[in-house]
């Protein structure tokens, strides 16, 4: 199964410090999600960006999709203990339209 | 709340007996999908359902079946749990593709399956 490369793996910062989460892929996407998971529960969709250069905001959250639509970042400002989970980005690419392909996750934690 | 909905959230099975969890969704979305997460690893994709087409990941093992009755329930049949098994299973959902645009899918809370 490929899996999108995500960086970095493992974080752990206290609150209030700044983030920034990576998802790299050598294909072009026709879109590009990003969820977060916490312990025991499926994953929450936070945000889709499609278009290449697109910036999203989700109150502290910043999406960024290369202009090249092949990478995505996620920008967290102010983390605070209630962001810490899992992130994935899943990408879907035009050959497999129905399908995500998933980044390999990037836990963070954030302690007071 | 439109919704995907998974029961149970917990499930213990002995090795070799066979098991079915089962997802429903609210949403009316057309594809719905069954992944197997191992701990603190990202989904991976067993199969999935566009309508009542049937597509199967080619690395799913044949002890992992499905079946859709109708648009809005899903099931995960596992016929011999092995202890590899043990997981959470997450069913989503999705819109069907139209082109150019994205169709986000949506996850239920999952069924975090044990086997001894």
């Known amino acids: 199964t490929q899996l999108l490369e995500q960086s970095p793996q493992f974080l752990s910062i206290q609150e209030g410090e700044n983030l920034t989460v990576y998802c790299n892929s050598s294909?072009?996407?026709?879109?590009l999600q990003w969820y977060r998971q916490e312990p025991g529960e499926g994953p929450v969709l936070l945000v889709t960006?499609?278009?290449?250069?697109e910036v999203k905001k989700l109150k502290r959250l910043t999406f960024q999709f290369g202009d090249a639509r092949k990478d995505s970042s996620l920008h967290i400002t102010a983390a605070q203990p209630g962001d810490t989970g899992l992130y994935l980005c899943?990408?879907?690419?035009?050959?497999?339209?129905?399908?995500?392909?998933f980044g390999t996750g990037t836990r963070l934690q954030v302690t007071l | 709340d439109a919704m995907v909905i998974q029961n149970p959230r917990y499930q213990v099975t002995q090795f070799g007996k066979p098991v079915t969890l089962s997802c429903s969704q609210t949403?009316?979305?057309?594809?719905m999908y069954w992944y197997q997460q191992k701990s603190s690893q990202a989904p991976k994709l067993l199969f999935h359902?566009?309508?009542?087409?049937?597509?199967n990941e080619a690395d799913t093992p044949d002890n992992f079946q499905s079946r859709r009755p109708n648009t809005s329930f899903c099931f995960l049949d596992i016929r011999s749990p092995g202890l590899g098994d043990a997981a959470m299973y997450l069913c989503?959902?999705?819109?069907?593709?139209?082109?150019?645009?994205?169709?986000?899918?949506?996850f239920g809370p999952g069924t975090r399956l044990t086997v001894t």
């Open positions: 949403l009316n979305h057309n594809v």
């Open positions: 960006v499609v278009t290449g250069g």
């Open positions: 899943a990408g879907r690419y035009f050959r497999t339209a129905s399908k995500l392909t």
């Open positions: 989503a959902t999705s819109r069907a593709i139209s082109t150019g645009g994205p169709s986000e899918q949506y």
């Open positions: 294909s072009v996407f026709s879109s």
């Open positions: 359902y566009y309508d009542k087409d049937f597509n």
